[in-house]
Structure formats: structure tokens, C-alpha cells
């Protein structure tokens, strides 16, 4: 994701920077993450012009993943970088020597 994208992140839906498909996307995150009703049949609809459905499968199971993790993460009070930094595990290897 581009810096120009990511100022833009919390009004992903009026902007211009985001294509129609990750808007999509992007709205499904919210429906798992912060609001479910919003998962109406418009959405679905929208989302099955978009994606296909193991590409929804896919999705939805790396958004639900990514949140528990970082609950989980939160719950055990570590801090980012705290655990396994010296090492190439994770999403972002190297983000902790900032490479």
C-alpha cells in the first residue's frame, strides 16, 4: 500500500485512490471486523462481481486471522517487534532493524 493510500485509509470510500475493487474489499474488512450488519445483500452482491468465492474465503479467513492475532497479541501485552524481531518469521520480517 502507498503512503498516499494509507493517509486515505479511513475514508477509503470517497476516494479517489482506491479502485472500486478494494473499496469492496475494504468494506468487507469493516463488516468482519467492525460492524457484521453491514454484510447486506448489496455487499454480497458487490462482492460476487469482484471476487469469487474461494477468493472470499481467502480473504475473510486473512482479515479474521490477522485481527485475532493481533487481540491476541494485545491481550499478552506485546509490543510490536517484541517477539521473534531478530528473526525471519512473520509478516514483515526485518520491520524491527527497519530494513
Known amino acids: 500500500m502507498t503512503e498516499e493510500k494509507y493517509d486515505e485509509l479511513l475514508n477509503f470510500g470517497d476516494s479517489e485512490k482506491f479502485s472500486e475493487r ?3 474489499a475494504l468494506t468487507y474488512t469493516s ?16 462482492l ?12 475473510g479467513f486473512f482479515i479474521a486471522l490477522t485481527l485475532g492475532q493481533q487481540r491476541w497479541i494485545k491481550t499478552l501485552g506485546i509490543g510490536h517487534a517484541e517477539v521473534l524481531a531478530d528473526t525471519a518469521a512473520g509478516l514483515a520480517p526485518g520491520a524491527a532493524k527497519g530494513t
Open 31 to 46: 463488516a468482519i471486523v467492525w460492524n457484521s450488519e453491514i454484510a447486506d445483500d448489496a455487499l454480497w452482491a458487490k
Open 22 to 24: 478494494e473499496k469492496i
Open 48 to 59: 460476487h462481481e469482484h471476487f469469487t468465492i474461494p477468493e472470499l474465503v481467502e480473504l
